[in-house]
């Protein structure tokens, strides 16, 4: 049976309608931060935050591993069995978790600023605390409980924005690092009411070692995307100012907000594609409507670029105008909404527990993460300063994103023809954005009024998008093709 976008779209939009409350009450909250916090004091968070994130990145991915297994052995009715894969990969996992703890407080020692030492203790137990409530979350997900989530996602989102809200005029910086703690907490509570897992600490020697060869693959894939995804950040920090770091970190944080939206319906995707092609009787079969999938997210992910750039270009200019250098940040990072979006559809395939290619995916991450750290200082020394780092990220992106599509043709394609057909697809909408960006900057620099660039820019954007998707993706949009 194949898998309905529809289905998809209704069970992803749960995340994106509490995704899009919580950005509608995250969106007056940041602003309002800005307008309290200097860019150095946005760049002292993103320095904590990537201690944060790299420690959630290390590890020996056995909860990964797991949660492929789960998935394809609820597809064949094996239930029990699916238990027990979860239990002893959130019983492994936890035992693991103790280490990253203590070495991020042993490194706040190290550190003499005190918002730096004070900022990697409070780290240390938002670590302990999101790396918990996670194994909850993540068994829910993966078991298809969308509603229950979502929900969650929604406890974990506001918490901490009216935590922020409420104590960011007294305590500055350490509001954006304690409040997540808070919405741990809150998101823990509603689990164990909501969404438990009969979860059972078990401990199996030789179940553990098994993920564990699988899993040290995943989350080394992970960490490569991530290192990937993050060197900008991590290069910026250790080489630049931290005002600079401040403007690339506020550019980001609206990214990720836009960045929801696609999120959510691959998160959706992800269990449902999995769980149907373990059903299916061929590898082909089971994997078939990822490429009808992957041209709608390649679409809708280019008609958001535009977009972002310009709801971005306003907001800055109307409201935070002390980030007016983060404009040019946002502009080129923004592709990365399209770029980032259409990669999940090869990472999911490589990784599933039927194709088993996720040693294709670390290769080509730790290739991007490479050529990123290269040309990052290459960009730095030559002055380009963080316009620079902004260009790498997005061409190593690409490149990684387009030798994936390669790396899944046989999983997908019988034929090399309607393979070369369907990249033109997937590739073309991203070449229409393109010319955006240079025409934003042609606006800004012949109008004055922010209306008036906001006017020419939407209707620019209508007629374009009207006219490539009824000459070129007509039959994508048949109701009953969707379904």
């Known amino acids: 049976m194949a ?31 800005a307008t309290i916090l200097v860019p150095e004091e946005y760049g002292v968070f993103g320095f904590l935050g990537l201690w944060l994130t790299y420690a959630g990145l290390i590890g020996p991915g056995i909860t990964i591993a797991g949660q492929t297994d789960i998935p394809v052995l609820l597809g064949r009715g094996k239930q029990h069995e699916a238990l027990r894969i979860q239990n002893i990969a959130i019983t492994s996992e936890m035992l693991y978790s103790i280490i990253p703890f203590i070495v991020i407080l042993g490194a706040s020692f190290f ?79 509603y689990y164990r009411r909501r969404g438990p897992i009969k979860f059972r600490f078990t401990f199996d020697k030789s179940e553990t070692i098994r993920l564990v060869k699988v899993g040290v693959v995943l989350q080394s894939s992970a960490f490569m995307y991530w290192g990937f995804r993050l060197a900008d950040r991590t290069i910026i920090a250790a080489t630049l100012p931290l005002e600079q770091l401040g403007l690339y970190i506020f550019a980001m944080q609206f990214l990720m907000f836009i960045l929801l939206l696609p999120e959510d319906f691959g998160s959706v995707l992800q269990p449902i594609l999995w769980r149907e092609a373990g059903k299916a009787k061929s590898i082909f079969e089971g994997f078939k409507d990822a490429k009808r999938i992957a041209v709608y997210m390649a679409l809708g992910t280019a008609i958001l670029i535009p977009i972002a750039q310009l709801g971005f270009y306003l907001v800055v200019n109307l409201i935070t105008t002390q980030y007016i250098g983060s404009i040019a940040i946002f502009c080129i990072l923004s592709y990365n909404l399209y770029l980032i979006t259409i990669v999940s559809i090869p990472a999911k395939i490589l990784k599933s527990s039927l194709v088993k290619r996720q040693h294709i995916l670390l290769c080509f991450y730790a290739l991007g993460l490479g050529l990123n750290i290269i040309f990052d200082f290459l960009v730095i020394k030559l002055g380009y300063g963080v316009v620079g780092v902004a260009w790498v990220t997005i061409c190593t992106q690409g490149l990684v994103t387009f030798i994936l599509y390669h790396c899944i043709k046989s999983y997908i394609f019988k034929d090399t023809r309607e393979f070369l057909r369907f990249q033109v697809r997937i590739f073309f909408p991203f070449l229409i954005t393109i010319p955006f960006y240079f025409f934003h900057n042609y606006l800004n620099l012949v109008t004055s009024s922010l209306w008036t660039f906001g006017g020419i820019s939407l209707a620019a954007q209508v007629v374009l998008w009207s006219i490539v998707i009824s000459i070129f993706y007509r039959d994508y949009l048949s109701i009953n093709d969707i379904k």
Do not use: C, D, Q
């Open 111 to 189: 550190f003499s600023e005190p918002v730096l030492k004070f900022g990697l203790i409070i780290i240390a137990f938002s670590y302990a605390a999101r790396k918990t409530v996670n194994y909850w979350s993540g068994m829910n997900l993966i078991r298809e409980k969308f509603n229950i989530v979502a929900k969650g996602n929604l406890v974990t989102a506001i918490v901490p924005l009216v935590l922020i809200a409420a104590s960011v005029y007294w305590i500055r910086v350490y509001a954006l690092i304690i409040a997540p703690i808070a919405g741990a907490i809150a998101l823990g509570i």
């Open 3 to 33: 898998i309905s976008i529809i289905h998809i779209v209704r069970n992803s939009l749960k995340f994106t309608s509490v995704n899009f409350l919580a950005a509608v009450i995250a969106m007056p909250v940041t602003m309002y931060v």
